[in-house]
């Protein structure tokens, strides 16, 4: 009964949040509405028993994805309404609508089709996190170093990207310089 | 009772955020007159009753009160100027809630966790929400349309990411030592002792990544000697900058709870947490006569010197003194009730449960003891170094504290597997 | 009695999280209505403006510095570390030496990554120097 009502609660404010992110032309609000939206999906987690997931969740998503965002937001004017010129009105929903159907599909073919059971299921003597860590440090050892590589990939090409004029130093420069630099940026 | 002992870490929680507050501010001010050499706060006084000046910070929150509350013209976005303050106070408090304050306690067949949040994960809950808190310092940056503001927000959100892996990485190193992720059975797990003599605290077996936790835990509330995000000197007050009134004060008394969730968590994972040292909850309750008897004679001892002190010095004027007799009557009275209940719980002998109540209680004082221990220590660091430079704050985090933890993970893993514990 | 939600171990952070939004929301409404009545108002039309000196002023800065950014990113990537991390802290005990070489492989490839950052300047602060 609880947690029926707490995961209607949830799915409607996660959907009312990422409705507003999706449709807002501010992107202040966007932001906001998203690590809102981020947040709520964690309880989801939570009224499932996994404490692990719903935590990581929150630091992962909430924390850090969200702290980039924020920071790639601080580039440009936030208090200016973004102007959007959409050329194509018509595909663009419908290729949306047609991905979201997939991804129901995908998920609701194993419920409707048979009667699943869980790999892993929670056993109460272990703890949430404990159980993750036998199986993710021994079946999926593999995707594990993988992801080692991932991250590796990800923050060399991030430094790449976002460092091109890091071995700069602007206050060595006159003001004069700066301002041209700055021109040729921008 | 059970939904009473269900409530009841709750209403802790709310004690130990909320009305330590005001006793916080209160202390820093009258540290910071300490160690300067002043006086602080000690007129402020009700019919001549001063306490020690801990009226003071009763009168500045009616002076915020009374404030008047305008919204500067310039600032578009209302809803997220009045969201921001809420955001920092809300976070701030709901980290707190995952500290255990006393060992688990059975009553009626139930066992209960004195613990608002009785869940495994409370560490990471806690780096989690303190996490989120950053979103109420980036909105109020923004939101406020003001260059020192945005300046302070960026400051304090690259501050508070960039120690926030130190500290995840000087967590995991407490993880391996205690092999588990309840902070209560880390708890537990100092109330043993190390070769017999030295109690088990997380300080004596990780004293590097405990340094490395408090400093991290330092940075990650934004205090001083990390204050650069509101440096005053440079930036005004940041991101508060164009807060008045009642909305600065949830600013301000989000980062006392901060505070005080800070070092209650360094409490809870370095120094033992609630536990007495070398009294565990077993041995007390083998020897709770024992105990009864020691408070019987601690408590008119400690009280009686406090009386002597407060004698000593808060004689100046007539007003001092009657407010000192008035005080000396006071705690003798309540000494004395306290003996007399002493004497008829010993004379009638405690039954099982009767006694972890006791030592119930007995571990939430000490708890509080050592939180404002710790918060004071976070007072003393402030007031006695100066303010990092950026630049150095971004170093310390970035070149030597996580190195560090990296090495200090490594060599207690290669410890725990040759030890073979 | 075991079914009530006050078992529910979420039930504490459910209802501190309703009494901090009640606190404050309090508070907001309290503060306004007590300053509206009681505090001294003035309408001075420059405490309404934004705090700063000069006769202009000026905007909002649009210019970051891409330091913070870089940070940001750098952070993200060790906090999924870290993430990873944990589960293995806990379960180092079962694991044992084959968990420790695991995560040796997985901390020297981030480590590399790291070293490069360091390398290539991406943890100084420029401006400053």
Redesign the interface.
């Known amino acids: 009964m ?1 947690e029926a009502i707490a995961f209607y609660l949830f799915s409607f404010l996660t959907i009312v949040m990422f409705w507003i992110t999706v449709t807002t032309k501010h992107s ?1 609000y966007a932001l ?1 509405a998203l ?1 809102a939206g981020m ?1 709520f999906i964690s309880a989801f987690f ?1 009224i499932l028993g996994a ?2 997931m719903g ?2 969740q ?3 998503y ?7 965002y ?3 937001m ?6 200016r309404e973004l102007k959007e010129k959409p050329t194509k009105t018509r595909l663009v929903p419908i290729l949306g609508a047609l991905a979201a159907l997939l991804v129901v599909l995908m998920v609701i073919a194993p419920v409707v089709g048979e009667n699943i059971t869980a790999h892993y299921p929670i056993d109460v003597a272990i ?4 159980a ?3 199986v ?2 021994t079946k999926y ?1 593999v995707p ?2 993988l ?3 991932m ?2 990939v ?3 090409g ?2 790449v990207l ?2 091109k ?7 060595s420069l006159s003001e004069e310089q700066i301002d041209e630099k ?1 021109g040729a940026v921008s | 009772m059970h939904l009473f002992m269900i409530l009841f870490p709750i209403m802790l929680t709310l004690i130990f955020s909320l009305v330590t507050i005001p006793l916080l501010v209160w202390m820093e001010r009258r540290v910071a007159a300490l160690i300067q050499n002043r006086l602080g706060p000690n007129r402020c006084n009700i019919k001549g009753m001063r306490l020690g000046g801990i009226i003071q910070p009763i009168a500045d929150m009616m002076k915020l009160i009374f404030k008047e509350e305008f919204y500067p013209a310039h600032i ?2 209302k809803f ?1 100027y009045i969201l921001a303050p809420g955001i920092v106070f809300g976070a701030a408090f709901l980290s707190f809630i995952v500290v255990p304050y006393a060992d688990d306690i059975t009553l009626d067949g139930f066992t209960y966790h004195i613990q608002a949040l009785p ?3 409370g560490i ?2 806690f ?3 303190a ?2 808190g ?2 109420g310092i ?2 109020a940056g ?1 939101s406020s ?1 003001n260059k020192y503001s ?1 300046l302070g927000a ?1 400051r304090a ?2 501050q508070v ?1 960039s120690y ?1 892996i130190a500290m995840g990485l000087a967590i995991v190193s407490f993880l391996i030592t205690y092999d588990s ?2 902070l209560n059975t880390m708890v537990q797990a100092q109330g043993e002792l190390l070769f017999g003599f030295i109690p088990a605290w997380g300080i004596i077996m990780q004293p590097l990544a405990g340094l490395i936790f408090i400093v991290t835990a330092f940075a990650e509330t934004n205090r001083a000697p990390f204050d650069a995000p509101e440096g005053e000197s440079e930036i005004v007050a940041a991101y508060h900058t164009e807060y008045s009134a009642m909305k600065f004060a949830l600013f301000f008394m989000g980062e006392y709870i901060a505070m005080s969730a800070s070092s209650a968590i360094i409490v809870t994972l370095l120094f033992g947490g609630y536990q007495i040292p070398f009294l565990n909850t077993q041995v007390m309750h083998q020897h709770i006569n024992l105990v009864l008897i020691a408070l019987l004679i601690l408590v008119p001892l400690l009280s009686m010197g406090f009386i002597r002190w407060m004698q000593k010095n808060n004689s100046c004027d007539l007003s001092h003194r009657r407010e000192t007799k008035y005080a000396t009557i006071l705690i003798t009275v309540f000494v004395i009730c306290f003996e007399s209940f002493l004497f008829y719980l010993l004379s009638s002998g405690l039954s099982y449960e009767q006694s972890s109540v006791g030592i119930m209680i007995l571990q939430i004082l000490s708890f509080a003891f050592k939180v404002m221990l710790m918060n004071f220590v976070f007072v003393w660091v402030r007031w006695t170094f100066p303010r990092f430079r950026y630049d150095q704050i971004q170093h310390l985090g970035w070149k030597i504290l996580i190195p560090l933890a990296l090495l200090n993970i490594f060599f207690t893993a290669i410890f725990v597997i040759l030890a073979g514990v | 009695m075991e079914h009530i ?1 006050v078992d ?1 171990p ?1 039930f504490g952070v459910f209802l501190l999280f309703v009494i901090t939004f009640g606190a404050f929301y309090m508070t907001t409404v309290a503060a306004r209505w007590a300053s509206h009545k009681l505090a001294a108002k003035t309408s001075e039309k420059i405490k309404l403006s934004v705090y700063e000196c000069g006769p202009e002023i000026t ?2 800065p ?3 510095s ?1 330091q ?10 060790f ?3 870290v ?2 991390m ?3 802290a ?2 180092f005990k ?2 044992g030496w ?2 420790f070489v ?1 995560m040796l ?2 901390i020297l ?2 480590t ?3 070293l ?2 360091w390398k ?3 943890l100084e602060w ?4």
């Open positions: 609880f202040l906001t690590a947040i939570f404490d692990f935590v990581v929150i630091i992962v909430s924390g850090a994805v969200m702290a980039l924020a920071f790639g601080m580039f440009f004017d936030t208090t703890g949430n996190s404990q993750i860590g036998m993710l440090f050892l594990f170093e992801a080692a590589v991250l590796l990800a923050m060399i991030g430094i976002a460092g004029m890091m071995d700069e130093d602007y206050s700055e | 578009k976005q997220y869940i495994e994960l990471l809950w780096v989690a929400i996490s989120l950053v979103y980036i909105i923004w349309h945005i960026l959100s690259s990411i926030e992720i309840s | 939600p529910h979420y905007k909002q649009s210019r970051i891409t913070f950014y870089l940070f940001a990113l750098l952070f993200l990537l906090d999924v570390e993430v990873f944990f589960p293995w806990i379960d079962l694991l084959f968990g695991e492989t997985f490839l981030l590399v990554g790291f490069y950052a290539k300047g991406a420029h401006s400053i120097k």
